[in-house]
Structures are given as structure tokens and as C-alpha cells.
């Protein structure tokens, strides 16, 4: 299969998969997470209820008062030009349409409050519990993905609320209110009418059937189309530079196809669906008007009476046809809620202590850290730290070198936590980090890497970035102390210099200096640079590598790095190989073993 057919076939392999094998528990999900979402305003869909009952009452009264008009007031107005119960009619019309007008407008206003606080309640709770997922979920499930369902899957609720909900109700209650007014006015005529229900039932229930497949199909093949657009946008540099242009648009035209090729699907059962039922609505007309002719023209059966039937029999099959084009709002909005609350029923692998353990109280800044038979792998097939023993003194800064592979990011990420150990515990003074407190565990350590993110805000706001409290003079000291004040102050307007989206102003080893000042202002117990002087000139290296030295001072630092003179700083260095480590010594020491650092040493120089 090629990449073009795989890209083709996930949205509808996604599809079949929801329908055949999971579309109860989505559906029982999905209507758990709107009805948490109503919970808080059950009040306000309770006046919001009963004012649609109101008006729907009072804009169904016309056909009656109609009837009456007809059947009581016209004899007496035609034979002794008594009008006083045409006049009544003209009046109860007037009163019921301004009834009608007021509880729509009403309706409306507390509607409104309803949709917003839900759409705002629910952005909230999807945005809070994406960023407390943890990195694997991340690197399982695109960014393109997460847009999607922040973005398209909230706009398609957003649409249903907004404009279609309260139709489909509205509808709803004229179906259940005139069939009760059919049976009242004449019993034999509601009962002619409701024979089409089986002819009904039958289309909707086909069509029900269908939708639901096609409808997840729609929204799997539009998250698709986002997550190609996303990857490919933020990497366009290298679109460019490998001229990857035609093959994305060959992709993106496959896409766009299966996304037009669900669209059609739909398109297609509402063009079986909304004629079937417009059809069955004209043969039921034209039943009751031959049967109600016959019976007013034989004296069984009154003309205005007639006439009442008629305009809610059309009113009774409008509700009937307009649902093909409701149907589209609300399983669009269903199969959106399903994909939502997918989201939000993912569970972080890195889960929060049940009873938080609080760090010891320590002089200093420095922590031990420490890794007891760490086993680690990324996949279960795959593992990476097979059994691994390391201890950091509090204070030491410790490198750590080895080939493509080897382990050492993935001793990074476990000492910050980004990821839990399969066996094993990693243990800041003591304290296994699964016990430890979130918050205090996320001052304690910070991690430093080469592709740090800078957010859009001036480059005092990403300094503040982990300490928003800190003062303009705390700022400019952690920007000093790690040599990035001069190169700040030359740009166009200083520390209030904007950065731009994802900080795109600033050149790479601008971005890398406000980081460490990021981290510097943080002031962290453990700092953790993960390949974070790559980005750097010679020049700000040598600088940033003499505020190291002040800045990792008493503090427990872990460097990985592939340029040898930024491991020169360490205490001691490690090498690791296959998840192990092969060497272990401060860097003189090694230099002079003749091992597998100075043979590092002497391909740098080279």
C-alpha cells in the first residue's frame, strides 16, 4: 500500500471500526459528557423549556381559532351582522401571536446564556485536561488532531446550539401537540393521519442507521485534512528544502477527496431521506383532504373544522421535512461530542499521587537524584534502560555521552518525570517521584532542550515564562547571568522586544539564550540541559558555558551533549551504551583512561 492509500483508508477504517464496535459506548459516553456539561444549568433548561412550550402553544392556536372563526363567528356575521365572535378570534390571534413573539424572544436571551457558558465550560475543561496529559499522549496524538478537536468539532456543537437545537425541539412539540389536537378536533381524521407514522419511522430509522457512519466518517476525514495542513506548515522549511511541495499536494489532494467522497455519502442519504418524507407528507395530505371533503360535503364533519385539520396536517409533516436538514447540525454535533469526549476520557500515563509526599527540607539548592533498576521502554517491545542504577549527588553536575540510542534523553525525561519507569524508581532526595507533590516537583526540576519553545509576548514575558511574579530587575539579573543582556538590550525595543510566533524573530541562538534565562529565573534544584547550547555560535557558548559554571553552582544539574566542550564543565561524565553505563568518572580522569572518552576527544578534534 502506498502512503497516499494508507492516508486514504484511515478515515473510513476509523469509521467502520466506531460503528461496529464501539458506537454504544461513544454514544453513552458522549451523552455523559453533555450531561455534565447541562448539570450546572439544569434551572435555565427548565425555564428555557417551559418558555419553548409557550410559544409553541401560542403559535399552534392559529388553526384553531381559525376553525372557530369559521364554524361560529361567520353564520352569525353572514345572517344578523353580529361580528362580536370574528372580532374575539381577531383578538385571540392578536394576543396569541404577541404570547408567541414574547416567549420566543425570552427563549432566545436564556438560550443563548446556556450555549455560551456550555461552549466556554466545555473549551476550558478540553484545554486544562490537554495540558495535563502527558508527553506520550502528545506524541501519540497530533497537534493537528488536538486543533481538530478544539476547533471544528467544538464549531460543529457550536452550530447545533447556536441555530438548530432548539428547532429540532420546536418541531418536536408540534408533532406531539398537533397529533394530540388531530384527535381532539375529529378522531377519525387524527387517526388517517397518524396512519403515515409507519411509512415515517421506517425512512428516519433508515436514515438514522446510516447517518451516524457517514457523519464520524465526515469528522475523522476533516481532522485528517488539519493534521496534513499542521504538519505540513510547521515543518515548511523543510518542505521547501527537500522540495516535498508536489508529493504534499498529491497527499493533500487524496485527502481532500476522501473528505469530498464523505461528504458525498452524506449528501446522498439526505436525498433519499428528505423527498421520502416530503412524499409521504403529500400522499397523507391528499388522503385527508378527499376523506374530510367527502365527510363535510355528506354533514360529518364541519368546514372550518376541515380547514383546522388541513393547516395542521401541513403543520404537523413541515417538522417531518425540515429534519433532513436539522439531521445534519445534530449528528454532525454527535459525532463531534463523541470525538471530545474521547479526548477527554484519555488518562495521563503519568499519574498524580494519591497522597502527595512533600520534598525534604534541605539547605541549598542542590538534590540527589537517584535511578534504583530503572527498566524503560518507549514501546513494550522496545527497551531502552534495561536495568539501570545511577546516583547524582546533590550539587554534582553529571554529563552524559553516548551514541544515537544509547539512553541518555530518555534519563533526562525520567528524572523530569515526563515519563514513569516500568520497573524500577528515579528518586529526588529519597522521594520516589510518583509520590511526590506535582507542583513541587515541577519547581524542583526543569529541563532545558534544544528546540525550546518561546510563546508569542516579548522577551521579558518568555524569561517570566516560569515565574510570572518575578519584577523587570529579577528579569534582566537572570538575563545577565547567563550573558544574554547585551545581545537582549541590542534588539529593536530590548527585554519588551516581541518574539513573534514561536519566537521567529529571534534567531536560534537568541531563542536558546532567553531560555536559559527562562531557567535561570526559575530558579530550579535540579536543572536538566538537554542538548541546550546546539543552537549557539562559538562565541555565546563560550559565554553561556562561563554563567554555567556560576549558574550550576551548588545546584544539581544533568547535561547531555554532543559538543565535548560543554562537557568540560561536569563534575563527571558518564558514558552509556545500550541503556548502561560503560564509563563513569570526572572528565580528567577519563581523558587520561584512554577509554571511550578520549577516543570522543580525539574524533572532536579531528
Known amino acids: 500500500m502506498t502512503t497516499t492509500d494508507a492516508w486514504h483508508g484511515v478515515a473510513a477504517e476509523q469509521a467502520d471500526e466506531v460503528s461496529d464496535e464501539a458506537g454504544v459506548r461513544l454514544r453513552r459516553r458522549s451523552r455523559a459528557l453533555l450531561g455534565s456539561l447541562l448539570r450546572p444549568y439544569r434551572r435555565r433548561v427548565a425555564v428555557a423549556s417551559l418558555l419553548l412550550v409557550v410559544q409553541n402553544i401560542s403559535g399552534l392556536a392559529g388553526p384553531f381559532l381559525i ?32 404570547v408567541e413573539y414574547a416567549a420566543r424572544r425570552a ?34 496524538y497530533t497537534s493537528g488532531r488536538v486543533i481538530s478537536r478544539l476547533t471544528s468539532d467544538v ?81 515548511m522549511r523543510a518542505v521547501q528544502a527537500f522540495r516535498r511541495e508536489p508529493r504534499n499536494n498529491t497527499l493533500f489532494g487524496g485527502l481532500a477527496t476522501d473528505l469530498a467522497d464523505a461528504d458525498r455519502r452524506v449528501i446522498r442519504l439526505m436525498a433519499v431521506f428528505a423527498p421520502g418524507v416530503y412524499g409521504v407528507s403529500i400522499a397523507t395530505t ?37 429534519l433532513s436538514m436539522f439531521y445534519n447540525s445534530l449528528q454532525a454535533a454527535t459525532a463531534a461530542l463523541e470525538k471530545i469526549s474521547g479526548v477527554l476520557e484519555e488518562q495521563s500515563e503519568i499519574a498524580p499521587p494519591a497522597d502527595p509526599v512533600p520534598l525534604p527540607v534541605h539547605a541549598g539548592r542542590g538534590r540527589q537524584v537517584e535511578l534504583r533498576g530503572v527498566r524503560f521502554g518507549y514501546r513494550d517491545d522496545r527497551i531502552v534502560l534495561p536495568n539501570l542504577d545511577l546516583t547524582i549527588p546533590a ?18 525525561r525520567l528524572i523530569a518525570r515526563f515519563y514513569d519507569p516500568l520497573g524500577g524508581s528515579v528518586r529526588l532526595d529519597g522521594v520516589d517521584l510518583r509520590e511526590v507533590d506535582e507542583a513541587a516537583l515541577q519547581a524542583a526540576i526543569i529541563t532545558v532542550t534544544q528546540e525550546n519553545f518561546l510563546f508569542r509576548g516579548s522577551v521579558a514575558d518568555n524569561i517570566r515564562f516560569g ?94 551533549a554532543h559538543r565535548l566542550s560543554t562537557v568540560e ?27 571511550r572518552y578520549t577516543a570522543l576527544q580525539e574524533l572532536a578534534r579531528r
Do not use: C
Not at 69 to 90: E, M, R, T, Y
Not at 195 to 220: D, K, M, N
Not at 292 to 301: F, I, N, R, T, V
Open 395 to 412: 550539587g554534582q553536575t553529571v554529563a552524559l555521552l553516548g551514541s544515537t540510542g544509547a539512553g541518555k534523553s530518555t534519563v533526562a
Open 155 to 235: 464549531d460543529a456543537l457550536t452550530d447545533l446550539l447556536d441555530g438548530s437545537l432548539d428547532d429540532l425541539v420546536i418541531q418536536g412539540l408540534n408533532v406531539l401537540v398537533i397529533g394530540v389536537i388531530l384527535l381532539v378536533l375529529d378522531w377519525r381524521m387524527g387517526l388517517l393521519t397518524l396512519v403515515a407514522f409507519p411509512f415515517l419511522a421506517l425512512i428516519i430509522g433508515w436514515f438514522r442507521r446510516r447517518s451516524g457512519p457517514a457523519y464520524r466518517r465526515t469528522r475523522e476525514t476533516v481532522a485528517l485534512v488539519i493534521v496534513h495542513i499542521v504538519e505540513t506548515l510547521g515543518g
Open 286 to 322: 391528499a388522503l385527508v383532504l378527499g376523506v374530510g371533503g367527502w365527510l363535510a360535503a355528506s354533514g360529518h364533519l364541519q368546514v372550518g373544522v376541515l380547514t383546522a385539520i388541513l393547516l395542521y396536517t401541513r403543520r404537523f409533516f413541515d417538522p417531518m421535512t425540515q
Open 569 to 595: 564543565i561536569a563534575d563527571r561524565v558518564l558514558i552509556l551504551d545500550a541503556g548502561g553505563i560503560v564509563e563513569d568518572g570526572p572528565p580528567a580522569e577519563l581523558l587520561a583512561s584512554g577509554g
Open 107 to 140: 427563549y432566545l436571551e436564556f438560550s443563548a446564556r446556556i450555549t455560551h457558558g456550555i461552549l466556554y465550560d466545555l473549551r476550558r475543561r478540553a484545554f486544562a485536561h490537554l495540558q495535563r496529559l502527558s508527553p506520550a499522549f502528545h506524541e501519540r
Open 67 to 98: 376553525s372557530v372563526g369559521i364554524d361560529a363567528g361567520l353564520p352569525p356575521l353572514v345572517n344578523d351582522g353580529d361580528g362580536s365572535v370574528v372580532f374575539a378570534v381577531a383578538a385571540a390571534l392578536a394576543g396569541a401571536t404577541v
Open 467 to 560: 515565574r510570572p511574579d518575578a519584577s523587570r530587575a529579577q528579569v534582566e539579573a537572570a538575563a545577565a547571568e547567563v550573558g544574554a543582556e547585551r545581545m537582549i538590550r541590542a534588539l529593536p525595543a530590548g527585554f519588551d522586544t516581541p518574539v513573534g510566533e514561536r519566537g521567529t524573530r529571534l534567531s536560534a541562538g537568541q531563542r536558546q539564550l532567553v531560555a536559559f534565562a527562562r531557567a535561570v529565573l526559575a530558579d530550579p534544584d535540579v536543572l536538566i540541559l538537554d542538548e541546550a547550547t546546539s543552537s549557539l555560535d562559538i562565541p555565546s557558548e563560550r559565554a553561556v558555558q562561563q554563567a554555567l559554571r556560576t549558574l550550576l553552582a551548588d545546584r544539581t544539574a544533568v547535561i547531555i
